[in-house]
């Protein structure tokens, strides 16, 4: 597993001294040659006894361990992505549909002067793709200049090497992912909108 940047490896009095405590967290059992890890560890097992409190695994169970803690990590990562997606996704969909939904008056003024149902509808599908594609740009820029920021500053304060890497197909589907979700949601209020009677844009 190695040892990360600045890490100390005290002995067993400066350990002592530094916790106030002699009893050790982990040890490690080199086993004797011709001993298999299985046996090794009932051996240590029955050494240690039932109430030591101490957990026995060989090495293979120790890096299992953590491999698991890192994909449970990944996994967890994962998940907040997929809901950061879908709350971005709702958020400028409601904010379009509502926006579509308050131009009602307007749009039925456009269809006293003779546009129709397809072109106000047409005009929408523009409108939502300029809106939706330019924030998908920006945010592309930013959120890539924000992962080579994080990498960078992981590299300077722990040394773990962050490569910084631009991953198309990656990206692109998210891109598409939200795109599609926006689609998908305004196209309710925007069939509500250019259904609007041309009375609406009467007033008494």
């Known amino acids: 597993l190695g040892w990360p940047p600045g890490a100390l490896i005290l002995n067993a009095d400066d350990y002592a001294s530094t916790w ?8 490690e059992i080199n086993l004797a040659p011709g001993v298999g890890q299985e046996q090794g560890k009932r051996l240590v097992a029955q050494a240690l006894g039932p109430v030591s409190g ?6 293979g169970e120790r890096i299992e361990d953590y491999r698991q803690m890192e994909r449970q990590g990944l996994a967890r990562l994962s998940q907040i992505s997929t809901l950061l997606l879908i ?11 509502a926006a579509i939904l308050d131009r009602r008056e ?15 509808w047409r005009a929408l599908v523009y409108e939502t793709g300029f809106v939706v594609g330019a924030g998908c740009i920006l945010g592309l820029a930013l959120g890539t200049y924000g ?4 990498g960078r500053y992981l590299e300077l304060t722990t040394g773990f090497p ?43």
Request: hydrophobic share 55%.
């Open 20 to 27: 106030a405590l002699k009893d050790p967290t982990a040890l």
């Open 54 to 59: 101490l957990r026995v695994a060989t090495q």
């Open 87 to 97: 709350a971005a996704a709702l958020a400028i969909t409601s904010a379009m549909g």
């Open 106 to 120: 307007r749009l039925a003024a456009l269809k006293v002067q003779g546009f129709t149902r397809r072109q106000l």
């Open 147 to 150: 992962h080579y920021l994080a």
């Open 162 to 204: 962050a490569p910084f890497g631009v991953g198309l197909g990656q990206v692109l589907p998210v891109l598409a992912l939200v795109a599609g979700t926006a689609y998908f949601v305004v196209g309710l209020p925007g069939r509500v909108a250019v259904r609007t009677p041309m009375s609406a844009c009467l007033r008494s």
